[in-house]
């Protein structure tokens, strides 16, 4: 392979690489980017799944253990239509308890919710959301979780909604059939429409919390906006190096040798143009297709009378006295164009000024890098000359034409 080609090769192999280290390093940025995310999504759904558990315990032990102790300890203290949603209601203590924990640790986006359509508090009011949530968890009993990303107010939260609570025993009833049923005070704070007329085994809720994401999100963020940098650096270095050791070692002494090659070329040349030039015979390179003359050397000129200027472009025929013209046309050309060679055939070469000159001809085909014959070398002797060399006029032949 010639230097260039392999020097062009090199570069495009230099850039294939550094486009497959940046395309590996944009897909890890953008992988590590989605999978962080995907964890922060995870860990936050497990989180969320992990309060309303524990809320739903705290909902229990009201409903199973509190309530029940606290009505049989203060059974004498209160009338029938004595409520206090403080220790009566678990949904309440769910919601307080939900407060003070949001502001404990400042979370002012913590979201807990019970919600329900027609909600005694307007408080757990389902939003629509969550009462299409609710309305398919009440068409289906296998149904339990669902967790989505929402966006509120431009941020991202983890959306986890559970199955929530229903009225499971008939003693539910007395305050949420008919306002007559329910204790004074309780319709009193309350009033007599909410929450009201529902069923027994009714699903009365589902239980919505949200997690906010911005804070792991702009972690995954500035993680993947570090990686790129690093990633970037290590390209840009690693890169570099490649070019500096390519140059050192493969472009430098690739050029050099290029240069060398150049320079012993061009002195060959010359020093065979000189041989071509002042040789003691007479050379011609002639166009095999058209016999036209592309070049010949100086002693033709000297010896001719003609220019050279005079004589390129002109048939090789022309040269030739009226007899030895048709001789080459009729015998001579057939026959080198079937063998290839003609040697030591006797001419009469036309001067300028009408004299002749007797002349032995040999020719030799060149030929070019792809072995097309393109031109051939004519090297006409003087008759008496006894110095011709046939050897060097083929090496001639091959470097000059
Ligand atoms: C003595 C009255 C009373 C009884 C008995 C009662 N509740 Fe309630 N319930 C309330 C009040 C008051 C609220 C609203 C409390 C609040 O959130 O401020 C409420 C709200 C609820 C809510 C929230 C949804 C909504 O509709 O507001 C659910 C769920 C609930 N009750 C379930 C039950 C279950 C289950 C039982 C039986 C184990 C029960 N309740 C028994 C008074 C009662």
């Known amino acids: ?194 929450s009201f007329h529902r069923n027994l085994g009714e699903l009365l809720t589902v239980s919505s919390i949200r997690i906010p994401l911005s804070k792991a999100f702009t972690i995954s963020n500035q993680f993947a906006l570090r990686l790129s940098m690093i990633l970037l650096a290590f390209l840009g270095f690693f890169s570099l190096i490649l070019f500096w050791a390519q140059k050192l070692y493969l472009f430098d002494p690739l050029s050099k040798t290029l240069k060398k090659r150049e320079a012993a070329l061009k002195r060959s040349e010359e020093k065979y143009r000189d041989l071509y030039d002042n040789a003691p015979d007479m050379f011609v390179s002639v166009d095999a297709k058209t016999a036209t003359i592309v070049e010949c050397n100086r002693t033709l000129v000297e010896v001719s009378g003609y220019t050279k200027q005079e004589i390129i472009g002109r048939s090789i025929f022309d040269m030739y006295t009226p007899d030895s013209a048709e001789y080459a046309r009729t015998i001579l050309f057939p026959k080198f164009v079937k063998t290839g060679v003609i040697s030591a055939e006797e001419l009469k070469i036309k001067r300028k000024d009408g004299s002749n000159i007797d002349v032995s001809l040999n020719t030799s085909a060149v030929r070019d890098e792809k072995e097309t014959f393109e031109k051939c070398l004519f090297l006409f002797k003087f008759k008496e000359g006894e110095n011709f060399n046939h050897r060097n006029t083929l090496s001639i032949s091959r470097i000059i034409i």
Not at 51 to 56: A, G, M, P, Y
Not at 66 to 71: A, E, G, Q, S, Y
Not at 86 to 108: D, L
Request: glycine share 4%; aromatic share 12%.
């Open 1 to 194: 392979m010639d230097p260039t080609s392999r020097t062009l090769r090199a570069r495009r192999l230099l850039a294939f690489i550094a486009l497959v280290m940046l395309v590996t390093g944009v897909t890890t940025v953008a992988l590590v980017h989605y999978e962080m995310r995907k964890f922060a999504i995870v860990e936050a759904d497990d989180k969320a799944k992990i309060l309303i558990e524990h809320n739903h315990a705290i909902q229990r032990y009201y409903t199973l253990v509190l309530r029940p102790n606290l009505m049989e300890i203060t059974k004498p203290l209160r009338t029938k239509e004595f409520f206090d949603p403080v220790w009566m209601s678990a949904t309440y203590a769910v919601r307080e308890i939900g407060k003070i924990f949001g502001n404990q640790f400042g979370m002012a986006d913590y979201y807990y919710k019970e919600s329900a359509i027609n909600a005694r508090s307007p408080e757990n009011e389902a939003d629509d959301y969550e009462r299409a949530f609710l309305e398919t968890l009440q068409a289906d009993s296998q149904i339990k979780y669902k967790s989505e990303i929402r966006y509120f107010y431009g941020k991202p939260f983890a959306v986890t909604m559970r199955r929530g609570v229903s009225l499971w025993k008939p003693a539910c009833m007395r305050c949420h059939s008919t306002p007559d049923a329910a204790p004074q005070d309780m319709v009193n704070r309350y009033g007599s429409v909410r």
